[in-house]
């Protein structure tokens, strides 16, 4: 309890208004957040890669470690395909074109270039 001398004090201020009129209306404004669209980035299968070959470009390119490396070879050997990350278009052609620019198969004499790796819709495309 206060004591009667101590006046006490709103816990907001009050702005004063002028009578007879009425705040300021402020216009709607969308704040509604879209995420933004996903693709996939899919490394495709070929007969001019060792698994070696692929464990050290998965290593190099996205920091994956030799068993997480080999399992994605495996897939890649076994499905045809397999899907290295999914983020945004900017960021799967970024790593696209990383593992294009890692180069042929040293391992391999008919090893020409590196190894496909092509950017789809996260949305239709199988995995």
Do not use: W
Not at 7 to 16: G, N
Not at 24 to 32: I, S
Not at 66 to 94: N, P, S, W
């Amino acid at each position: 309890m206060t004591s009667p001398r101590t006046p006490q004090t709103p816990a907001t201020p009050v702005t004063p208004r002028t009578p007879g009129t009425t705040p300021a209306v402020l216009p709607y404004e969308d704040t509604e957040v879209v995420p933004e669209h996903l693709c996939r980035l899919v490394l495709l299968d070929d007969n001019e890669h060792t698994y070696d070959y692929v464990i050290e470009m998965l290593g190099a390119v996205f920091g994956y470690g030799a068993e997480k490396a080999f399992a994605l070879a495996r897939l890649v050997d076994t499905q045809g395909r397999v899907t290295l990350m999914t983020a945004a278009r900017a960021d799967c052609e970024a790593k696209q074109s990383q593992v294009h620019a890692y180069g042929a198969d040293p391992r391999i004499s008919t090893s020409k270039g590196s190894m496909t790796a092509i950017v789809e819709d996260a949305g239709t495309a199988p995995a």
